[in-house]
Structure formats: C-alpha cells, structure tokens
C-alpha cells in the first residue's frame, strides 16, 4: 500500500442537518490509520467536487443519499 496515509472526504450534501452518523463513520476511519476531510453539513455538489479535486490525487466518490418520504 505504500508510506502514505489513505485520505477520505466526508460531507452532508443538501439539507440533512443530521451529523451523528457521518461523525461515527469519520472516528472509525481515524482509528483505522486513514486522515479524514469533514467538510461540514449542508455543502453543494459543487463544494464536494472542488474539495476531491483539490486535496486527493485520485479521487473517488461514494453516496448514500437517505431521504425520508
């Protein structure tokens, strides 16, 4: 795998102001060794693009997108 640490971006896109879940995943990946980017509720599809394509040298993305009906 190499020297360097594995980097994740985490973010709530849209509305959601609910941040206990993502906190939970961000701790687990600190404790796995990896460095985690918490961007914060409420960011745009723009604000997460532009944060991959800024801090990650090859970025990839995964959704979850949860909404109540």
Known sequence: MGDHQ???I???LGLDGHDRGIKV???ILRDAGMEVIYLGLRQTTASI???AER???T???SLCIM???
């Open 6 to 8: 594995q980097r994740v």
């Open 10 to 12: 985490l973010a709530k």
């Open 25 to 27: 995943v961000a701790r």
């Open 49 to 51: 693009v532009a944060a």
């Open 55 to 57: 801090k990650m040298q």
């Open 59 to 61: 970025p990839s993305v």
């Open 67 to 69: 909404q109540a009906i």
